[in-house]
């Protein structure tokens, strides 16, 4: 776009270059107007020719200038609205936030802070009756910064700074950000944002409490599963007893065959579940017996092979009381394979080696070891040191040597 005033100076300077050609243009002919006036001298001649010519250049720079210069001012007055409308919309974003955001400088002094800080706290919006005001004094209430304040800590280290807040006189939850900013002239501000985070507080409480009552809850599940499981033990241990008591020469024969498993299992170090369904299989291998007449278990004679093929089906008779009971079921095998022997001479289904359940070979030593060293109606209690030299013989043939070896460490330490 032309400038009026350039046009009027460039046309001026070409006018006056025209009317000089037209002058030198009529010294040669005879249509010329100026033979009336004097002739002009040899020196003004030059300088008339000079300023005829440097009129008309200088018209035409001047014009150009003045063009650039309109040009110049066109795009400033562009450049001055596009910030004034930059600084409405940035004011207008700043305004809008829906969180307190504050511009502070390294005194604490607050420089400009948003329409929600000032609904938040009841300070004025603007800026020059906020100039020279404390951030502390507008937040807080007090004289100088809290602990743990982000603002001083961000000035302190120069990195941004993270801290929750609770407002006791607005019954909200913060969180309190301050982010230091190097602006062009080498100074710091500091943005401080306030974030109410008073709902996601509350729902946090809220799974806490939640979580609480629920360990609560799992603390009396377990401490009545303890209780449960004390009286279902109990009552293993009594029916074990019952067993027992059929024959005044088996008394206390099932505890004993489960202290002597138990410590067999903790010796090869067995899981604890391992453990615990060895102990309740200890306690009720002889449950079968129930079914077996007391003349025979208290006959001080050799049985007969009747007498013999009759005491050899209470591991099969226990399996078939046991199994109804829910929550029995693994200890079914090694009540059924507790006479299995390792060379597969056992009952009452022959099986030999690794076929044998290993907790059944395990409750083998436990049961021949309680039943040798105890007194029966046939012989006395066998010695310690014919004890463990049968433990001794028989390994590998009746009992498993591994086991074997574990017992006899046992004894050896004792």
């Not at 919006?125 to 404390?134: F, P, S, V």
């Not at 020469?249 to 067999?264: E, L, M, P």
């Not at 604890?272 to 077996?292: N, R």
């Not at 004890?387 to 086991?403: M, N, R, V, Y």
Request: net charge negative; charged share 25%; glycine share 4%.
């Amino acid at each position: 776009m032309k400038s009026k005033l350039a046009i009027f100076v460039t046309l001026s300077g070409w006018l006056i270059f025209s009317l000089y050609i037209y002058h030198e243009m009529c010294e040669y002919t005879d249509f010329y107007i100026f033979k009336q006036f004097p002739l002009m001298g040899q020196q003004f001649e030059i300088f008339f020719h000079f300023f005829i010519l440097f009129t008309f250049i200088v018209a035409n720079i001047t014009g150009y200038l003045i063009n650039e210069r309109e040009k110049l001012l066109i795009k400033t007055q562009q450049s001055e609205k596009q910030l004034v409308h930059a600084a409405n919309e940035w004011r207008t974003t700043f305004d809008s936030m829906p969180y307190s955001v504050m511009l502070l400088d390294k005194e604490f002094n607050i420089m400009r802070l948003n329409k929600y800080t000032a609904n938040l706290f009841g300070v004025s919006h603007h800026e020059k009756l906020m100039l020279g005001k404390k951030c502390y004094e507008i937040i807080h209430q007090k004289n100088s910064c809290i602990d743990n304040c982000p603002v001083a800590e961000s000035i302190k280290n120069g990195v941004s700074a993270v801290s929750e807040y609770y407002e006791a006189s607005m019954n909200k939850y913060f969180k309190i950000t301050c982010n230091p900013v190097i602006r062009e002239d080498s100074n710091v501000v500091y943005i401080h944002s306030m974030i109410d985070i008073t709902d996601i507080k509350e729902k946090e409480n809220k799974l806490v409490r939640s979580r609480d009552a629920f360990f609560n809850m799992l603390k009396d599940i377990d401490s009545a599963y303890k209780e449960l499981r004390g009286i279902y033990n109990d009552l293993v241990v009594a029916f074990s007893e019952v067993i027992d008591a059929k024959s005044p020469w088996t008394k206390g024969h099932s505890t004993g065959v489960a202290g002597h498993a138990v410590a067999i299992a903790k010796q090869m170090g067995l899981k604890e579940t391992d453990v615990e369904t060895l102990k309740i299989a200890s306690l009720l291998h002889d449950i079968g017996k129930i079914g077996t007449y007391d003349v025979i278990l208290d006959k001080p004679d050799k049985l007969t092979d009747d007498e013999i093929r009759l005491i050899k089906q209470h591991p099969v008779k226990g399996e078939e009381i046991l199994k109804p009971i829910k929550g029995l079921e693994r200890i079914l095998p090694i009540v059924r394979s507790h006479h299995e022997k390792f060379d597969g001479s056992g009952y009452p289904d022959g099986l030999k080696g690794d076929e044998i359940p290993f907790l059944a070979r395990l409750l083998c030593v436990a049961d021949s070891f309680d039943s040798m060293t105890s007194d029966r109606p046939y012989r006395a209690p066998c010695t310690r040191e014919y004890t463990l030299q049968e433990l001794k013989q028989c390994a590998g043939t009746h009992f498993d040597p591994e086991i074997v070896e574990a017992l006899l460490q046992i004894l050896t330490n004792k």
